[in-house]
Structures are given as C-alpha cells and as structure tokens.
C-alpha cells in the first residue's frame, strides 16, 4: 500500500482521493465528467487552473479582460491563461507559445511558488529559487512530500501540493488558507473542519 506522496501506483491512494474530495468541498478544486481523474497526467493549462482555483481567483479571471500573447490556448483557457500570465504566475514555453502539453512537477511546483509569493526572476528583485530548482526548493518547504510526485507527476500529485500550499505561511504574508478565509473563499470554520485543524 502506498504512503501518501509516494506516488506509488498511478500515485493515487485513499488519502489522495480524499484530499481531491476535501478541496472539491471548499470550491479549490473540481473534476469532469469522468471524475477527478487523479492518475492522469495535467496538461499546463490544466494546471494553470488548478492554480487559480487553489488561490479561489477563478471568478475573477473568468470576468476579467486579461490578454496573453499565446496562440496556442484553447478559447474556454484563455481567461485562465490571461490571468495567470498578467499576475505573474505563468510563462509560456516561448514568445507565443503557451505549451498545452503535459505539466511536469518542476512546472507545477513553480507555478504555486510564484502564487505564494517566491521570486524566480531577477528582474523583479531578491531570487528565492530557479526555475530548476524549483522541486528541490518546494521540496524543502514541504510541497512536495515525495520522489514519487515527482516522477510520477498526475492530477493527484498536483492536490497533494494544493493541499500543502494552504498550509504555508505566503512569503511575507499569512498562511495560505488564512488569507483565502478573510477574502471569503470559505470560512475559517470551513476549512478547520474540513481538515479537523
């Protein structure tokens, strides 16, 4: 049976499933029409809006008249990509190329970096980490619980790290699950008993 974060097989467990549940609850996270689909590999757009969701900014993209430069977003994404490329929280593989095809942990784990508010660009100040440091510095702040999430990145490795993003303290800013609380995301007895905090 496979610990929690080890990916182990497919890199989904009950707990995973459960945690997928847990956010689903909170408004953070939402599947399809086949289900939450934990095994499966995100593209990046995918993992754009999982990000967003995570930050409960996803009505605010959707209203917003944000642009990008991509040519390669599928229309219904554009909101997302828009958003997340006019606050910083996402580049693309080139000029105008946004990349639709697989999100890799090194991806994933720099996009909810930057959304809690660590700097991977000298042009905006002190560097906290690299774009190839990315999995080791996430790993170093509890993130990223495993190897296994790594190598065998999937929908359930990217709610496993949304999980463990609420509990961190923002650069210079309060817990995560703190500040979405106070901008009424959910309630703060939402989230405890969610979570038996």
Known sequence: MPTPGDGGSGGVDARTEQLAETLKGLGLFLGSDAGFELEREPSRVEAVVMLIRLLGKEQEAKSGSW?????????????????????????????????????????????????????????????????????????????????GDVDGFNRGACVRMMEAALRQRKNNGDILWRELAADGVFTEEAYKTAFNA
């Open 67 to 147: 642009t990008h430069p991509f040519t390669d977003v599928p229309a219904w994404a554009d909101p997302y990509i828009g958003y997340a490329y006019e606050q910083q929280l996402a580049n693309g593989m080139s000029a105008d190329q946004f990349g639709t095809g697989p999100a890799t942990a090194q991806m994933f784990a720099t996009f909810v970096l930057r959304a809690l508010g660590y700097n991977d660009s000298a042009a905006k100040g002190t560097v906290d980490f690299t774009y190839d440091g990315a999995v080791q510095y996430a790993t170093e702040r509890g993130l990223i619980a495993g190897q």
